[in-house]
């Protein structure tokens, strides 16, 4: 038993070194990555049950090369409407998405609220995202909320086939499997849209190529599409760019700048998982260490904030003066990063910006520096001008190389430079159930907007929405909120239900 | 020589039982309180040399009853131009307002990089506000800057006559002394407009009085007035509900709002000052002490986190979700507060709200517990409640009251349920520099900008501003910012000077 | 009302630097100083009732210039074997007591427990302490233990005269008044002692005053004591002076290292006064300040800790190596004290060294830096070395100096160097409680103890006394403790009352 | 290349089970665990370079399934005094041997030192300890101090083969190899020590069974011995019995209780690893999480600071009403177990007592409750009562164990209630660092000692040499210590150069 786990870990290393270097072609190609800051993480190899780690071997050591597309399956209601990698994996898949379920109370409460009424109902959803086992709880949600849906994978190496199976067994039609080629990613995405008989009329996407295949091939589609709910930077970049150039033709939704998903993708996410990616990959000590964090963002206050709860004397960079004093009354030196190069013993990038760390920077660290990147890309760290003939490579782990000088002196490059937290930590389900619940709460109010609320633009989540997530997820914490009473409220001038704050508050 | 710094302290604190009173008294009046957050302070206290101590005495000892409006003052350039107590002091006052000099280092940097052009050339500024030290360095950078002032004090109580001394031996025409009456306050406002061959077109406003009473008496002055930078919340709210009614008739600042001047009057400001202020009342210790704060907004953040660091085991409670799970995420129990107010042994109030603690939950308190509130005004512990004939009153100390219940229950109410940080404890001269520097930056601001840029409406302070008062107080902390290539700036679609994020950034 | 209020704190005040006065001469004199780490505080300024201050100022504004051993008083029960200040203002210093009751539960439990069986019967201790409503509640507890007890005071100006006079009305016998001269202190002392038909068979001492008189007067009572109970630090080194010199003729008990008194007036008292101190003295704000904490023992980490946790940036400096590891791993960066000098805006002394700060230092120091001590005694900063013609000090308010160098730069000196802490904060009665019921229980055993168990020696307080002192004090927390099953003391070789711990466990 | 490191990750799983499982057998059989709080870790698979990984595979994929016993092997100087799998190995033993030198300053400090005097020449050192890289810097570094060594290892499946070939063919005899039968295991450490021409005056021990085999089959060999060196708390417990039996006829040095190894093993190493721990098992999020942490002594302090500092809400349950006053003052709440049972998350045990988490607890919890164990032995959690028949286990992960009952609860058990951070975190080498140097320094000690100075007693290292390896490992901070002056060291009556404390002295 212990073996198979142990082979499930193999397993799950592999599809991330699988997907960074399919992340990294993409980057070459000069295309948006469709990866955002979190969306896939380790959250895949959270999938930890002896009998998923049996399906995980038996996928690996299946001899079954057949490509998916050339196969005949029906699902056990005779359906063949969908194109997975193995049916029969269902039930492997299914129990993934029960223990998912467990840790989702929020959407769990959205289907119990929907039993009567059906806000989705006459909803024809196609979504384009990673397909995992918290992705299933989310489509089988909207399912429950009356929507219909059809399903490809937004990156061709995130499916876990078997939870692909299980929803296929279970009526949905989905076009995805682990290891698709560039062709069959957009012949899984035009199955999802071009069906006879059925048209879509909203949107759920994750990086954009969904949108954009759309756009290209069936432009007049969107007559009938009432919103696309975008989660990604990568995407909503793009979408933001359509609508300047007067291209956006239906309303959008950008759930990444919501409140409460940024709050935990960043801040309380990065907390834990800058000492989760340090330790799992150096097994270092944090006590005493110097630590500088370029860039005081929402990231690095994380970062910061956990580095020193654990006895690291942390400096900080900032371009921007007022995060810079934020640094300042938060107890961290402000330094430019020449002047702490010589000195730290880890330096962490996460400002957004490229080139942060030159090799001029890297020439100068002291032996045995560690250097990571926690901020969006793999472009603040110059990692390319490392790969000149004086330097030795060594991968002393997997996701950490040793680069060599000719002098002797080492340093620690984690990732090669890639997101640290999608490479080498995980994201904890609460937080993809926070985002799932921002997706569907985003779906309905789309849906269900009167006429004229909502424009050819894109529209963060309105701020009552937001607060619903976030009510949504204390019960998780036991937490009891306080309500207004009727002459608390008309003293504020609130409504006791919320929205509670103008929109310029900041948290 | 110990004998004058004593009896300063009880003349400060004279100062700010009279400041409560009146306070209280114009709320009774159902007039808006003109003091904002943390408009005065003891910081008026701060004027701490042996030669103020001397002044204050001197002062305190006069036997002087004489009205200044009856006197005939001169100073020594020959003006009479001014109203106040006693030209005399104006020696002692210029010491006050040296030392103040020395810790606002961002004012005296204007006033070096505007020796080349004056940027409030031309501009007549008419003003009222605390007449204070830290007032004195603003008002006197604004005239190095080319600005004409005339100023009076936005309360009756809160003038320190050395420094309206000193400001009026200088050439400044300011109207204003500490124990002004009703009649003498509106008189010294009147003093400042009503001027033949001068009429001000920049309006400084602390509480929304002064442009009150241009609106009542001389609207025909608008027409040459630029705009209006306001600085309290009550003044604030006034020009909005102007603004909605259509009555504005100028461009109003609203710097209340800015980003620096939030973050340092109410997170990092309150951080420290709940601690000082429960200290300086009760000498109580913090270590293992429950403490319920009502209320996660800044204020609360801050009031939390600085309990928690000092060993204090914090309940929070919330009306708002996505507070609520900004504190569960921070490591505090949400509670309703009925939950927990058995238990504690400190409450807290930081809502803003009404009656957040009432006559009920004050019963139940156990012995020993204490009251206080940090929120913006004197309704959310209900106070008059206690007020009933079976409670007795003790006042134990200044700001300090035991109620007495009859079973012999003390609660421990501090300040009578007013602000504690106002009441009892200090705001931090480097906060009253980002606040004066925010305010000559708006003046500056509105008085250069090109014809159109500001309609007849509320707006905030330009973030490209906000960057820069706070990057003016970098140097305090030696702090070194990082500077933008072009190649970064390119890539991350930035000016190189800012500003550096988009509207809705939280920070 | 207020003005009382008031009054009350001038005259606080005059009684804290009267004792700073009397402890710097007796320091010029040779002699060691009486006073303790905290033993006084300002503890006795916590007399907070409107009818105390009354009290204050009645005593005050006394024209009684008569000398208490001039004068014939006798209590309400006839007895004249007492002298204080004025006997009538007993009931003042009742309420006193009766306050102070409310905040040491623990003395309260102890007497109880004492209800049935009096352990301290046929007890006949002579005390020499500060005289406080706090020790009056010692001294009232060892009387319903069962003890005979006559008292002076170890301070000259440390007594409470109307808590002297409320323990003379109870029938204590106590000799001692503010203000006494040297030769009142001794005659007082030998009041206590030297009495007809009474030997006393305890002693209890702060200070070694008592036992040294005894020593030299009256060394055949020594014949009949059974044991010496010293709290302080000075006291205790005497008594270990004598025992090295084999003439130590009774076992004596040092409280002052007992676990718990040493971590609540070293680590959790320092960690909350050194912030209280620096902001009743100098209004700072803590955030982004850099500080140079020199000693990294328990007073020392008290500091760090705290001004870290305000956001300041905070470096160390040590002589031994292991203090110097734990700094490095709570993250702070150790240093030699010139490395930061320059830069720092407070130096603090928690050393119990001298000449730490040297005038080299105060040189090279910043413009407006501030210094002080929180260490045992003012040699820490050599503040003899500033008393020079080129400097000018400027006292600017009650234990606030500046001191001016020619070129203007300032440094501001706290307390003259003496301990901030004790000059310029509070001690918590909880504190105090700990102290006062350690001591009590120190009697108990010395006084029980069978023959043998001490010799003529300096011993600690027995770990199951000093878990028995922590035990009294948890119900203030509301604190729970668990009790071991009869089978896990059994496999931990403990008994289920314990001591639970070796003797040399670091806590 | 990325697929050697996977395998590496197998094998070194692999490993931790087996020791795991050889730790649980010897429980079985009622001897003493040979396994201290963090003896071995998974500092075993710090291995950490290609190489190293190769040389793993290697071995793994050996065929060689001869018995070392069996084979001949010499080597490069033609010497065949050792006994290891594969001399073969030598070269990638020596890679991961110069990796750990780098990482253990203090040791190669030491050697440097040494190059003149030579501290051990002379001493016969016969050493039994795990066999590691870190290791073999220890063994080379007693080599370089003019030591002869011979060495066994202290646990059958803890041997790198390929240090041990290293060392081997640096002249070390060595015998051990990984995956020794109980037979293999004597019949090693009988080589090291029944050699002719040969006998040891030094042992330096890891668990006392090197030392019991001497007591068993060579009493006479102790007539040489200078004394002994034990690390373990199973060694030392039984060298403190022997000592009490009156039949230790040697000194001995207890260097597991010395202050620096104490500080770091539980406060700081523990700090860190309770988070490592809960990540790599359960990837769960920290923030908002109700945790219960049973026991307050060093271990605990750890974990309480760490998860408060992550924004979890932490109980304590206590028995020592000191610890117990010390929660209260770091801001936990006190409580019983059963009082917060039903709602935690989290139960960690650090008591190092047993059944301190029962089946009725257990029973009690909710879904989804962790639990672990931090404490010394896998005795804390009664395991044993979830083995019936009514429960169902799921290993769901390596280390993790669903506890299914019969309503579908599910408790998660960790690491099967052993020691959390043993089994499912790493133990950095800086920590490895300490301990090893504290016992070349003991045995320097030990050595020199002048006669009579060490009895045959169990002894604590002298505070000098805990001094000293503190102060050999403050150059990995760049931490720069004071130095005393002459006046100053008189002043405090102390030597310059240490020690700095008395022995009593709780750090």
């Given amino acids: 038993m212990k073996q198979k786990a142990e082979v499930n870990r193999v397993y799950t290393n592999n599809i991330h070194q699988q997907i960074q270097f399919a992340d990294q072609k993409r980057e070459f190609n000069k295309r948006p990555t469709k990866i955002g800051r979190r969306s896939l993480s380790r959250s895949i190899s959270q999938s930890s049950t002896d009998s998923y780690s049996s399906a995980a071997s038996y996928t690996d050591s299946s001899d079954d090369e057949t490509s998916p597309r050339d196969k005949q399956q029906k699902n056990s209601k005779g359906s063949g409407d969908f194109c997975v990698k193995n049916i029969k994996q269902a039930e492997f898949g299914r129990r993934e998405i029960e223990i998912a379920e467990q840790e989702m109370p929020a959407l769990m409460a959205l289907r119990k609220r929907a039993q009567g009424e059906k806000p989705l109902s006459g909803a024809k959803i196609v979504g384009c995202t990673h397909i995992t086992a918290q992705t299933a709880v989310l489509i089988e949600t909207l399912g429950a909320l009356g929507a219909q849906c059809r399903w490809a994978a937004c990156n061709i190496y995130s499916t876990l086939n078997e939870v692909a199976a299980a929803l296929a067994e279970s009526g949905f039609p989905v076009f995805s499997w682990k290891g698709e080629s560039e062709d069959d990613f957009w012949w899984c995405i035009d199955r999802c849209v071009n069906v006879e008989g059925w048209q879509p009329n909203m949107i759920l996407d994750d990086g954009g190529d969904l949108t954009h295949w759309i756009y290209k091939k069936y432009p007049n589609m969107f007559k009938k599409i009432k919103g696309i709910v975008e989660e990604s930077v990568t995407g909503v970049h793009r979408l933001y760019q359509l609508s300047k150039a007067g291209k ?26 800058i000492l989760d990616g340090l330790k799992r990959t150096t097994d270092m000590m944090f006590g005493g260490k110097q630590v500088v964090v370029c860039g005081y963002g929402e990231v690095g206050k994380g970062c910061c904030a956990a580095l020193k709860a654990m006895g690291s004397i942390v400096y900080v960079t900032e371009i921007d003066p007022i995060c810079a004093l934020q640094a300042c009354m938060d107890g961290f030196r402000l330094v430019k990063l020449n002047e702490v190069i010589r000195q730290v013993d880890i330096v962490i990038t996460c400002t957004g910006n490229k080139n942060v760390v030159t090799r001029e920077h890297l020439d100068r660290m002291k032996n045995g520096c560690i250097v990571c990147n926690m901020g969006h890309s793999n472009t603040e760290i110059d990692v390319a001008s490392l790969r000149t003939p004086e330097l030795t490579w060594e991968r002393v782990r997997s996701q950490v190389d040793h680069v060599i000088w000719p002098d002797g002196k080492r340093i620690v490059l984690l990732a090669e430079g890639r997101l640290l937290n999608l490479s080498c930590s995980t994201v904890p389900t609460f937080v993809l159930s926070i985002t799932a619940t921002t997706q569907a709460l985003a779906l309905i109010e789309l849906y269900n907007a009167p006429e004229g609320r909502y424009k050819q633009d894109v529209y963060l989540l309105p701020k009552k929405m937001d607060e619903y997530v976030a009510s949504l997820h204390l019960p998780t914490f036991d937490a009891h909120l306080t309500e207004l009473s009727d002459e608390q409220a008309k003293y504020l001038g609130l409504n006791k239900n919320g929205p509670f704050k103008p929109n310029y508050y900041r948290y």
Avoid at 248 to 272: G, H, I, W
Wanted: net charge neutral; glycine share 0%.
């Fill in 248 to 273: 956006l033709c239906v309303p959008a939704m950008n759930v990444n700048d919501s409140v409460t998903k940024q709050k935990f993708d960043n801040l309380y996410c990065c907390r834990e998982s």
